[in-house]
């Protein structure tokens, strides 16, 4: 039987981050090994996924310090 598994707060917050950033390694996969064209929609994208990670990841640290207080 295998043991019990319980996620905790770092193991969704590290999956939801992982699971954010998917998209950016296959537009550095695209822009190495396709040779695609970096594009200004291209910024745009990554900027704004670089910024729904850090959100996510700072209100998961709030989270975790309010049920901690």
């Known amino acids: 039987m ?3 598994c319980r996620p905790t ?3 969704s917050t590290a999956t939801a981050i992982l699971g ?3 998209p950016l ?3 550095l ?3 190495l090994v396709f ?4 594009t200004t929609y ?9 910024a729904a990670v850090m959100i996510i990841a700072l209100a998961q640290q709030k989270k975790r310090a309010d049920s901690l207080a």
């Open 2 to 4: 295998l043991p019990e």
């Open 9 to 11: 707060a770092f193991c």
């Open 20 to 22: 954010a950033l998917e």
């Open 25 to 27: 390694t296959a537009v």
């Open 29 to 31: 996969i695209g822009l």
């Open 35 to 38: 040779d695609e064209p970096f």
């Open 42 to 50: 291209l910024a745009i994208g990554i900027v704004l996924i670089l």
